[in-house]
């Protein structure tokens, strides 16, 4: 699976650029942070280029941890943020959310922009929580979103392709194509980099990955069975933003 993110660097901040939850989860995360003190390291999960992690710390005073099992975007990121001067404010690990070794104490534990659905099985996804559980003292906090599931838009978009990302400058296309499993709550993800040429398109290379949804009810039974306390659910219409405690 780090195989789609590790080839997906250099297209994957402009993918997301049209995804309009990153801007109100932004600002909830940041909310958070500076509800704790400035001695608190934020541990980020799943920090990809950095692109969200750059956001928080310039609007808050904190020291972070970034973590990231694609080891192309771990070198990514240390580079972006050297460039931008807050590699002193940020630590960036090669691990696997499953096998977390944090070295700091007093944390608070961050998993934005759905990572989770990463971890395809419910019982996978228990495992992702179970190993930050293991990785946080008692009264740490951890925080993280999910997609809030449309079956009827997701029943409108399925298998059809859609632009992501359109550079006119460069005449790319960034499509995607989500096919839907609505029994196993499973999402077929392709994206398909494409070039303008005359009106016309023409595909280069397609990368795909495996996603998956979980409703508010399952959320919350995993969250309790994992022995989390203060479970908390802030839901838009498009999102479950939960924050937890140990
Ligand atoms: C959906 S992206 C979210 C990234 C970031 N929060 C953002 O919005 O830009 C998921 C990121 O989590 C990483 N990731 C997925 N599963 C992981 C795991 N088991 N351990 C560590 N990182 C993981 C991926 O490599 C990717 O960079």
Redesign the pocket.
Known sequence: ??HF?NNFVPYYDAW?SSDPTTAPLIEHYKEAILQHDPHTTIIYL????G??AKELLENTPHQFIG????VA?IEHAKKHFQSLHLDKRIQCLH????SLTIPTSKNLFLL????LG?FVELKDKKSALRAIYESMAEGEQLIFDMELFNEKRAKEVHAQYMCAHYDEENKRVLYNKFSFDFQTQHIDVDVQHATLQDNTLEDLEKLSYNFSWITPAQTHTLLHELGFKNIHNHQSDTYQLWTVTK
Do not use: E, V
């Open positions: 699976m780090p993110y997301l799943g920090l990809a280029t692109r969200i973590i990231d099992y694609s975007m691990q696997d959310i499953l934005p922009l759905r990572t990463h």
